[in-house]
């Protein structure tokens, strides 16, 4: 069976938004099994962040972002975000790649996904 798992953070962070909001960002955030299998050959609707060995994976839904990463039972979520948040963070580091290399090359990024990894996980 292939689940969607929300860790303690990303629950709080969904269920924090309007209702209406958590349907379209759930409904946006179409993932199947296969999909899983083609993450690492470089799916174009899928970001790729990476830090000393660790991958992540971010789908844009709206204007949130999904931080989430395979696991056995399916995919693991563990952070919802604002864009506004992530472009506001980007602004002020000036660093001049990608959105996605910016944020694996960025502690304050990877201390608020081992945040939620520490955190209980809510299937």
């Known amino acids: 069976m292939f689940q969607i798992i929300f860790n303690e953070l990303s629950a709080a962070e969904l269920s924090g938004l309007p209702k209406g909001l958590q349907l379209t ?3 946006e955030f179409q993932i199947l099994p296969e999909d899983l299998d083609r993450l690492a050959d470089g799916n174009a609707r899928f970001g790729r962040i990476e830090r000393d060995g660790k991958r992540l994976f971010r789908y844009r839904a709206s204007d949130y972002r999904i931080y989430f990463e395979p696991c ?17 963070f980007l602004f002020r580091s000036k660093l001049p ?13 990877w201390k608020r996904i081992d945040e939620g990894a520490n955190a209980r996980q809510t299937p």
Do not use: C, M
């Open 25 to 27: 960002l759930l409904s």
């Open 72 to 88: 056995p039972q399916g995919v693991t979520i563990h952070r919802i975000l604002h864009k506004n948040t992530l472009s506001d």
């Open 97 to 109: 790649l990608a959105e996605d290399d910016q944020l694996g090359r960025a502690k304050a990024f």
